[in-house]
T-cell receptor, first 112, second 111 residues
Framework: DSGVTQTPKHLITATGQRVTLRCSPR?????VYWYQQSLDQGLQFLIQ???????AKGNILERFSAQQFPDLHSELNLSSLELGDSALYFC???????????FGAGTRLSVL | EDKVVQSPLSLVVHEGDTVTLNCSYE??????LLWYKQEKKAPTFLFML????IEKKSGRLSSILDKKELFSILNITATQTGDSAIYLC???????????FGGGTRLMVKP
């Protein structure tokens, strides 16, 4: 158990809908990272937050957004969902300094 | 753009065999290289290799880093069925805030 908690484990929704994925980092970690894993793309970095502030952006679509709250949990919002958004979404946390990121169990999103 | 490439794509071995997984990287301002094991879902951290720590070992798993040739290998000796997983290597970017992952090596260990 990495100590990173993600909910929900599975999400099934329809095209055009909006969903929110939630992540609680390990105790003491200030950084939260979001990744998308699909069969054809592998693990792709989406966005990082550090102590409530956005720090880095990767290949994140404009339809996607994230935030980190004062208690350090983070949410990833995906809107106007398309079939191609079906993937595993991982949250990771870390100190932000020594580069090791610890991953949660992921949320499997299925867009039908 | 940072790049991490793993080989082979997949590997099937029998219990007791030794395997070597490869990872080559091209990153701006190398900081470290990380290995993860992904079974059902979450990638779990195995090793981090840096300029000052180019060899790591934990039980039957070991890893080395060749900074000159820009690659790393992960060795697993006396493989067990529980070693079956996807093994991922990753490198952080210059700012240390995002990991670029390789495509992974899928290892299957048969009884």
């Amino acid at each position: 158990d990495s100590g990173v908690t993600q909910t929900p484990k599975h999400l099934i929704t329809a095209t055009g809908q909006r969903v929110t994925l939630r992540c609680s980092p390990r105790s003491g970690d200030l950084s939260v990272y979001w990744y998308q894993q699909s069969l054809d793309q592998g693990l792709q970095f989406l966005i990082q937050y550090y102590n409530g502030e956005e720090r880095a952006k990767g290949n994140i679509l404009e339809r996607f957004s994230a935030q980190q709250f004062p208690d350090l949990h983070s949410e990833l919002n995906l809107s106007s969902l398309e079939l191609g958004d079906s993937a595993l979404y991982f949250c990771a946390s870390g100190q932000g300094t020594e580069n090791i990121q610890y991953f949660g169990a992921g949320t499997r999103l299925s867009v039908l | 753009e940072d790049k991490v490439v793993q080989s082979p794509l997949s590997l099937v071995v029998h219990e007791g065999d030794t395997v070597t997984l490869n990872c080559s990287y091209e990153v701006t301002n190398f900081r470290s290289l990380l290995w993860y094991k992904q079974e059902k879902k979450a990638p779990t951290f195995l090793f981090m290799l840096t300029s000052s720590g180019i060899e790591k070992k934990s039980g039957r798993l070991s890893s080395i880093l060749d900074k000159k040739e820009l690659f790393s290998i992960l060795n697993i000796t006396a493989t067990q069925t529980g070693d079956s997983a996807i093994y991922l290597c990753a490198a952080p970017n210059n700012a240390g805030n995002m990991l670029t992952f390789g495509g992974g090596t899928r290892l299957m260990v048969k009884p």
